[in-house]
């Protein structure tokens, strides 16, 4: 299981990076090898405001299909149209394939998230 020391982690497997007061929303390492080839990516729409733990998108592999949640509040700026295309790049690139950016002035959602240590406590049983 990889992990970056630079991002937060939930406990429903998805990471966030912030730069500055936009947040990067992915799956971890550990979901998508939990999820099989990934085939399909439901993207959310520009402007949307999703409440933390709100469904953010879906993924669809070739075992099932699976929400995404974001584990911050904010509004979608961007989105990774990339994944359309190419929705088997999370399955090569985790932590580069992002699936949206919110953006929130509410930097203090990083408390309840887990570093980079917890997170692998938390997947091997040790939290």
């Known amino acids: 299981m990889k992990t ?13 990076r912030f730069e500055g007061t936009k947040a990067y929303v992915g799956i971890t390492d550990y979901a998508q090898n939990s999820l099989g080839e990934i085939v399909f990516v439901d993207l959310p729409a ?15 592999s070739i075992k099932t299909a699976s929400d995404v949640y974001t584990p911050i509040a904010g509004k979608v700026v961007e ?11 999370i399955n090569n690139e985790p932590y580069e394939s992002w699936i949206a950016v919110l953006e929130t002035s509410d930097v203090a959602q990083l408390e309840v998230l887990m570093d980079e240590d917890d997170y692998v406590k938390f997947c091997t049983g040790g939290v």
């Not at 520009?46 to 669809?60: F, M, P, Q, R, T």
């Not at 989105?79 to 790049?89: A, S, T, Y």
Request: net charge negative.
């Open 4 to 16: 970056k020391n630079e991002l937060k982690y939930s406990k429903k497997h998805e990471w966030v």
């Open 46 to 60: 520009i402007g949307d405001s999703i409440k933390e733990g709100g469904v953010l998108g879906a993924i669809e």
């Open 79 to 89: 989105r990774n149209e990339e994944l359309i295309d190419n929705p088997g790049q």
